[in-house]
């Protein structure tokens, strides 16, 4: 697993910077109902793409929040006074505080199923009735894209995916929160080349992979014989789902 406060500074560069974010941010906007005023963005990282839902939204009102110190310095400096150091399975918040709340790119990072009921069941405590919770989902999904890449990899060992799109429905079913709606957006800049998958199995990115193992060294050579080393293969695409609050 990376960790994410040695990833904070080079993380939006190394992971499509601006354009990612600026794709993600609408298509959450796209799934809020008109008049929400307070969001909570759980695992908001460095803040790139809660900027963008503060600005994209004439009286929206944004809190985020993360657990990693260094990501939350840097949301802090996008958003002073905004963000608060929290743990997504222990929001510091009363019940019933936020017209809505989204978690992009988290639900994948938990470690186990417990923890993804978890945090689900958090963000629907802190939700009003008739409020809204969109998250991410099949992450890992997104980015076999079809690739001479996704074909070399696709004998690693797995880890079980959790934030499978049924287990997070089945989640929120069981905290209240009913299917609202969904969309899907492209991971710009995310598209992987042969030399940077390699660079990232080399850094951790491939969990079950751990860097200098054999398993490991094996993919890597594998990867360097494929041809156009820097060409970037097709951007993931991103899948959100949003349910809202039965009241």
Known sequence: ??????????????RGGEPRAAAAAQAVLGLLPDGTRHLLDVACGTGIVTRRLAAGRQGLCVTGIDLAPAMARQAAARLPGAVVLADGRR???RAGRFDAVSSVWLLHLARTAE?????????ARVLRPGGVY???VDKA???NVGSDIDAVLASRPRRPATDESAVVESYAHDHGLLPAG???????GQGR????TVADLNRGWFVTLPPGGALADGF?????ELPDQDRPRPDPVFSLRAFVKAG
């Open 134 to 136: 969109i998250t991410t």
């Open 115 to 123: 923890d993804v009921r978890t945090i689900v069941g958090e963000c």
């Open 91 to 93: 929001l510091p918040f």
């Open 182 to 188: 969904h969309a899907r957006f492209p991971g710009r």
């Open 220 to 224: 890597a050579a594998r990867l360097a």
């Open 141 to 143: 999904a997104a980015h």
């Open 1 to 14: 697993m990376l960790d994410y406060n040695k990833e904070a500074e080079r993380y939006d560069a190394s």
């Open 193 to 196: 080349s042969p030399r940077r």
